[in-house]
């Protein structure tokens, strides 16, 4: 069977950016990302989650970091020079982004936010992020996706 393109696969292949695609076997509903990792045979250090939050500005961010970390909403204030962030509600993400929830990903969203990286991805020659949709993962280099997102790289996640 062929492998069905998400847009963010058309992205990459658009701006000749190299990646490796994953695909992992699902049901309706997102699995967590420790999961994914491992149903897609990767460390769950290298497998990233993109988390959308909104400042106290109004401003909404992403925030894309470890699957096996937990975002510390200070330090994501601190990096997108907030006040405060809080995470939007489930029930807003299709609005915002065009994805669902376990198929968001930090390309091709519905409109450009300011987009975080945690910096333990500059620590890796390839990254994984959802290709789009659930089921569908690709592998990258992290300058890579941090360049195509107009991203920056920062301490985002708490000490576990």
């Given at each position: 069977?062929?492998?069905?393109?998400t847009?963010?696969?058309?992205?990459?292949?658009q701006?000749?950016?190299?990646?490796?695609?994953?695909?992992?076997?699902?049901?309706?509903?997102?699995?967590?990302?420790?999961?994914?990792?491992?149903?897609?045979?990767?460390?769950?250090?290298?497998?990233?989650?993109?988390?959308?939050?909104r400042?106290?500005?109004?401003?909404?961010?992403?925030?894309?970091?470890?699957?096996?970390?937990?975002?510390?909403?200070?330090?994501?204030?601190k990096?997108?020079?907030?006040?405060?962030?809080?995470?939007?509600?489930?029930?807003?993400i299709?609005?915002?982004?065009?994805y669902?929830?376990?198929?968001?990903?930090?390309?091709?969203?519905?409109k450009?936010?300011?987009?975080f990286?945690?910096?333990s991805?500059?620590?890796?020659?390839?990254?994984?992020?959802?290709?789009?949709?659930?089921?569908?993962?690709?592998?990258?280099?992290?300058?890579?996706?941090?360049?195509?997102?107009?991203?920056?790289?920062?301490?985002?996640?708490?000490?576990?």
């Amino acid at each position: 069977m062929a492998e069905q393109k998400t847009n963010v696969m058309r992205l990459l292949d658009q701006k000749k950016i190299p990646y490796c695609a994953h695909s992992y076997p699902h049901g309706d509903t997102a699995v967590d990302g420790v999961t994914v990792a491992g149903l897609i045979g990767k460390p769950a250090e290298s497998v990233f989650k993109t988390l959308v939050a909104r400042g106290a500005s109004k401003s909404i961010y992403v925030f894309v970091i470890p699957v096996c970390g937990e975002l510390d909403l200070k330090l994501a204030a601190k990096a997108a020079g907030e006040k405060s962030v809080e995470m939007i509600h489930v029930s807003e993400i299709n609005a915002l982004t065009g994805y669902v929830r376990g198929g968001c990903s930090p390309l091709g969203m519905k409109k450009q936010f300011r987009t975080f990286f945690d910096s333990s991805c500059l620590d890796r020659e390839s990254i994984v992020v959802s290709a789009g949709k659930i089921g569908a993962q690709v592998e990258l280099s992290p300058r890579e996706l941090i360049g195509l997102t107009r991203g920056a790289a920062a301490a985002l996640t708490k000490e576990l």
